[in-house]
C-alpha cells in the first residue's frame, strides 16, 4: 500500500551539514518526496508537536531540542512508507540502531539521534498536517 510519512531531520543533523546525506538515502531507498522545507520551531511549536510525549520526563529537553536550531520535515511517500522509514531510521538510540540505517551512522546519543520518524499511519497524518497544508501536498 502506497502511504506518506512525516520525516525530520533534527537540528543536529542539519547543523552538521547531514542534509543532503540523509535526503539521499531517502531517494536511493525509493521514497519519493511529496513535500519539504527548513523550519525553526519556537519552544511552544515544539511541545505542540510533541505533546503525546508531555507527561515524560524527557518532555522539556526534547522540545528544547527541537526549538534549538533549524530542521527540514519533509513527506516521503511510497509502499509500507511507515514501516519503511523506520527500519531505514534505525532504533532510537544509535548504539542499539543496526549497521547502516541513519541513527547508527549519524547519531551521537538517544536524545541527538539526527532524525524523527512518524510512528504509524494515524501519526503520519497528523504531522504531515502540523507542518504541511493541503496546498503543499498536492505532488
Do not use: C
Not at 510525549?53 to 511517500?77: N, Q, S, W, Y
Not at 551521537?108 to 497524518?125: P, Y
Amino acid at each position: 500500500m502506497v502511504e506518506r510519512t512525516l520525516a525530520i531531520i533534527k537540528p543536529d543533523a542539519v547543523s552538521r551539514n547531514l542534509t543532503g546525506e540523509i535526503i539521499k538515502r531517502y531517494e536511493q531507498q525509493g521514497f519519493a518526496i511529496r513535500a519539504m522545507k527548513k523550519v525553526r520551531l519556537t519552544k511552544s511549536q515544539a511541545e505542540g508537536f510533541y505533546d503525546v510525549h508531555r507527561a515524560r520526563p524527557f518532555f522539556g529537553r526534547l522540545t528544547d531540542f527541537m526549538a534549538g536550531g533549524p530542521m527540514v520535515v519533509l513527506v516521503l511517500e511510497g509502499e509500507d512508507a511507515v514501516k519503511r522509514h523506520r527500519d531505514l531510521m534505525g532504533a532510537t538510540h544509535p548504539k542499539e540502531a543496526a549497521p547502516g540505517t541513519i541513527r547508527r551512522e549519524f547519531g551521537t546519543d538517544i536524545e541527538h539521534n539526527v532524525v524523527h520518524g512518524s510512528d504509524s499511519r494515524e501519526s503520519a497524518q497528523f504531522e504531515i498536517g502540523y507542518f504541511f497544508s493541503t496546498l503543499e501536498l498536492q505532488f
